[in-house]
């Protein structure tokens, strides 16, 4: 029997999308939307109301369909049947920007093009006279959106809106500015378990920070710009994610498609790249740095520092340097000791060796009005000059007073400044440096022939030639930042069991946008709060011990409270259990070197969340106080005044280092005992790493 005649049914199909498109959806659209592709290109297909961009399952990649709405322009990301990232709805845009002080969004959908892989539409907007050009070019595993205003408008801001929830929950951003506090005291993991609203989230930004987030649905999002971003996530509870740029240059952002939130992460570290060393020696893993800092803050001087040296030896309070932080020089800039606090800097620094310590020396490159360095480096033309006015140098105010930044663009102000740093080494016998404050400002404008981003690559190359002791360099967004393999320390934390709380999520986020080598804060906290309680230094000791490495400056001995100037001594208990969390870390080191050892293979964080190793335990997405240390340790300490703690412990099975038993996991443990002296840590079996970490723990 003859199959009756499918031709007009299929006239009518192509009648009906005719009539339900937009008029400037030709039939040269049509044609081009039917253009037969490859069988693993992407392709498209038309409705009346969308367009859907289809890229097919691969070896490597999941596949996934954007969909595009053309009535009022939105995109929506699916994978396997289920939406993992959409666009905010209505009003707010998914493709909005600002002009005249108001916020303005693309419309509908007036024209487009599929030519060459590329999906080009254009739109109307809000703003009369003004459309959104906006390409969309889809790869196996991500596709990149480029946009850009035109017409009558003149946007001073671009940006990106998505509906959070559309993805699950977010990670990312690095240090993040939240109503609560943060990153001093606050970090919410996920981002969207709390607020997030980070004006000045830029390249010359004092805080680690990267445009990039992921989230628990195997999505990404990475912008690609240099400059100011104003970023806002569940801004008052709103459920919105708004990632916008201080300009009207194109917006470019990259969206990833991924099987999980690793394989994200790893994408996003194929375009930055991954450390090419790390900037820490194996000592520097085993052993903390002791840094002056929070033990004196300003009030420091050569016999203070003498006396903290001895005791931390006298105790059994091990480490490998001992850092002088700030004010020890005459002036901001001077590069010289005030003689009235350092009467004979050379013997104190032979008294420190003699001790066992290297000796380090906290820096800045941003020297005071009232230095006698000053204005010798301004008359040389050696400071960066200011943006509104590039006849005179640029001045910024800090927490010691105002300054200008010597300008490392320029190769005589860098040989100036470095000349000077290495006669003070060598004449002090100074081993190694604590570079502080920023390579640049907004404020300023960079040397001719250099954006504002290449300070982050000038300041990482200045580092590199210095031991940085194990607290390595604030330096971020640039990929020679990423690349240098610096330690990474985070911004000054308080002194109470949020900010230890703060410490280990701060972490997780520094280490999952492609820094790896991390250690928190000053263990105790450092940002002039009261000196920390037994139970919160005992806590973040036992806690640093259980990351890549550990960065000391409360003394578990004694300390001056900042608040009041008195002293606080600390019991036989505190310094014991402070001792035990050195030696723990100390035993972990060969284990930690072998981490260190895979980063530089592959980019992969040594300090990671959970669903990094476990992506199909959906308890592990919002666990905020454990982690994985490599692939077999996992981290469970007590972060809370609490006698108890939930522990949760992903499918395998684990070995429990402080009752000494094989336990198995998929559950949580909803009590598990922490007497002051346990930091609970479990190892998992049947892992390459498994009897390494087994050595090192029991």
Same mark, same amino acid.
Do not use: C
């Given at each position: 029997?003859r199959?009756?005649?499918r031709?007009p049914r299929?006239?009518?199909?192509?009648l009906?999308?005719?009539?339900?498109?937009?008029?400037?959806?030709?039939?040269?659209?049509?044609?081009?939307?039917?253009?037969?592709?490859?069988p693993?290109?992407? &392709? #498209? +297909?038309?409705?009346a /109301?969308?367009l859907t %961009?289809t890229v097919?399952?691969?070896r490597? !990649?999941?596949g996934?369909? =954007?969909?595009?709405?053309?009535g009022?322009?939105a995109?929506?990301?699916r994978?396997?049947?289920?939406?993992?990232?959409a666009?905010?709805?209505?009003?707010t845009?998914?493709?909005?920007?600002?002009?005249?002080?108001?916020?303005?969004?693309?419309?509908?959908?007036t024209h487009?093009?599929?030519?060459?892989g590329?999906?080009?539409?254009?739109?109307?907007t809000?703003a009369?006279?003004?459309?959104v050009e906006? &390409? #969309? +070019?889809p790869a196996? /595993?991500r596709y990149? %959106?480029?946009?850009r205003v035109?017409g009558? !408008?003149?946007?001073?801001? =671009?940006?990106?809106a998505?509906?959070?929830?559309?993805?699950?929950?977010?990670y990312?951003?690095?240090?993040?500015e939240?109503?609560?506090?943060?990153?001093?005291?606050?970090?919410?993991?996920?981002?969207?378990?709390?607020q997030v609203?980070?004006?000045?989230?830029?390249?010359?930004?004092?805080?680690?920070v990267d445009?990039?987030?992921?989230?628990?649905?195997?999505?990404?999002?990475?912008?690609?710009?240099g400059?100011?971003?104003?970023v806002?996530?569940?801004?008052?509870?709103?459920?919105?994610?708004?990632?916008?740029?201080?300009s009207?240059?194109?917006?470019?952002?990259t969206?990833?498609v991924?099987?999980?939130?690793?394989?994200?992460?790893r994408?996003y570290?194929g375009?930055?790249g991954?450390?090419?060393?790390?900037?820490?020696?194996y000592?520097?893993?085993?052993?903390p740095?002791?840094?002056?800092?929070?033990?004196?803050?300003?009030?420091?001087?050569?016999a203070?520092?003498?006396?903290?040296?001895?005791?931390?030896?006298?105790?059994g309070?091990?480490g490998?340097t001992?850092?002088?932080?700030?004010?020890?020089?005459?002036n901001?800039?001077?590069?010289?000791?005030d003689?009235?606090?350092?009467?004979?800097?050379?013997?104190?620094?032979r008294?420190?060796?003699g001790?066992?310590?290297d000796f380090?020396?906290?820096?800045?490159?941003?020297?005071?009005?009232?230095?006698?360095?000053y204005?010798?480096a301004a008359?040389?033309g050696?400071?960066?000059?200011?943006?509104a006015?590039t006849?005179?140098?640029c001045t910024?105010?800090?927490w010691?007073?105002?300054?200008?930044?010597?300008?490392?663009?320029?190769p005589?102000?860098?040989?100036w400044y470095?000349?000077?740093?290495?006669?003070?080494?060598?004449?002090y016998?100074?081993?190694?440096l604590?570079?502080?404050?920023?390579f640049f400002d907004?404020?300023c404008?960079p040397?001719?022939?250099?954006?504002p981003t290449?300070?982050q690559?000038?300041?990482?190359q200045?580092?590199d030639?210095?031991?940085?002791?194990?607290v390595?360099?604030?330096?971020?967004?640039?990929?020679a930042a990423h690349?240098?393999?610096?330690?990474t320390?985070?911004e000054?934390?308080?002194?109470?069991w949020n900010?230890?709380?703060?410490s280990v999520?701060q972490n997780?986020a520094?280490s999952?946008?492609?820094?790896?080598?991390v250690?928190?804060?000053?263990?105790?906290?450092?940002?002039?709060?009261?000196a920390?309680t037994?139970?919160?230094?005992v806590?973040w000791?036992?806690?640093a011990?259980?990351?890549p490495l550990?960065?000391a400056?409360?003394s578990?001995?004694?300390?001056?409270?900042?608040?009041?100037?008195?002293?606080?001594?600390?019991d036989?208990q505190?310094t014991?259990l402070?001792?035990?969390?050195?030696?723990?870390?100390?035993?972990?080191a060969?284990?930690l070197?072998?981490?260190?050892?895979?980063?530089?293979?592959?980019g992969?964080p040594?300090?990671?969340?959970?669903?990094?190793?476990?992506p199909?335990?959906?308890?592990?997405?919002?666990?905020?106080?454990?982690?994985?240390?490599?692939?077999?340790v996992?981290?469970?300490?007590?972060?809370?005044?609490?006698?108890?703690?939930?522990v949760?412990?992903?499918?395998g099975t684990?070995?429990?280092?402080?009752?000494h038993?094989?336990?198995?996991?998929?559950?949580?443990l909803?009590?598990?005992?922490?007497p002051?002296?346990?930091?609970?840590?479990?190892?998992?079996?049947?892992?390459?790493?498994?009897?390494?970490?087994l050595?090192?723990?029991r």
């Open positions: 029997m199959r009756p005649s031709r299929a006239l009518l199909a192509a009906a999308l005719a009539l339900a498109l937009p008029a400037t959806l030709t039939a040269q659209h049509r044609a081009e939307a039917a253009a037969a592709p490859s693993q290109a992407p &392709r #498209l +297909t038309t409705s /109301d969308r %961009l097919p399952r691969s490597t !990649a999941p996934y369909q =954007l969909q595009v709405t053309t009022q322009l995109l929506t990301t994978r396997s049947g289920s939406t993992v990232l666009t905010a709805p209505g009003d845009g998914a493709l909005r920007f600002r002009t005249a002080g108001t916020w303005q969004h693309a419309t509908r959908v487009w093009t599929w030519r060459g590329t999906l080009t539409l254009t739109a109307a809000t009369p006279g003004a459309t906006a &390409r #969309l +070019t196996a /595993d990149q %959106l480029d946009w035109t009558a !408008a003149a946007p001073d801001r =671009l940006g990106l998505y509906a959070l929830n559309s993805a699950g929950h977010w990312g951003h690095g240090e993040a939240t109503p609560n506090g943060g990153p001093g005291t606050d970090q919410p993991w996920p981002l969207d378990s709390g609203v980070h004006p000045g989230f830029g390249p010359a930004s004092y805080y680690m445009p990039f987030w992921y989230t628990s649905a195997a999505t990404g999002l990475r912008v690609d710009t400059q100011v971003m104003d806002d996530l569940n801004q008052g509870g709103d459920g919105l994610g708004r990632f916008d740029i201080d009207a240059a194109p917006y470019k952002a969206v990833f991924e099987s999980t939130p690793l394989d994200v992460y994408d570290i375009i930055v991954r450390p090419a060393k790390s900037d820490a020696t000592r520097q893993y085993a052993e740095v002791w840094n002056s800092w929070a033990q004196f803050y300003t009030h420091v001087d050569q203070g520092l003498l006396d903290y040296a001895r005791r931390l030896h006298d105790n309070v091990t490998h001992l850092q002088l932080d700030d004010k020890w020089e005459s901001y800039g001077n590069m010289t000791f003689a009235k606090a350092y009467p004979d800097p050379g013997a104190m620094s008294e420190i060796h001790l066992g310590f380090g020396l906290w820096v800045t490159l941003w020297i005071n009005l009232d230095s006698d360095q204005r010798y008359d040389h050696y400071l960066l000059k200011d943006a006015d006849t005179k140098p910024v105010t800090w010691n007073g105002t300054a200008g930044i010597v300008d490392l663009g320029n005589d102000a860098k040989a470095e000349g000077r740093l290495k006669s003070l080494m060598s004449a016998g100074i081993d190694g604590k570079f502080d404050t920023r907004e404020r404008a040397h001719a022939g250099y954006k290449d300070y690559r000038l300041g990482a200045l580092a030639g210095y031991d940085l002791q194990g390595g360099i604030r330096v971020h967004w640039d990929p690349r240098a393999g610096f330690v320390r985070q000054d934390k308080g002194t109470g900010s230890l709380r703060a999520t997780l520094i999952t946008i492609g820094y790896p080598f250690t928190t804060d000053m263990i105790g906290g450092s940002s002039g709060e009261p920390p037994k139970e919160v230094l806590r000791a036992q806690s011990s259980l990351m550990m960065y400056s409360t578990p001995v004694e300390t001056t409270d900042p608040t009041t100037g008195k002293k606080v001594v600390y036989r505190t014991a402070y001792r035990a969390a050195i030696a723990r870390h100390a035993s972990l060969p284990y070197w072998d981490q260190v050892q895979q980063t530089l293979k592959t992969d040594i300090m990671r969340p959970l669903f990094f190793d476990f199909h335990d959906r308890a592990a997405y919002t666990v905020s106080d454990e982690w994985m240390l490599g692939p077999a996992l981290a469970a300490p007590q972060l809370t005044a609490a006698p108890t703690r939930p949760h412990l992903p499918p684990w070995y429990d280092v402080a009752h038993k094989t336990l198995k996991g998929g559950r949580t909803p009590s598990y005992a922490t002051l002296g346990t930091a609970p840590v479990f190892v998992k079996l049947n892992t390459p790493q498994t009897e390494k970490a050595r090192a723990l």
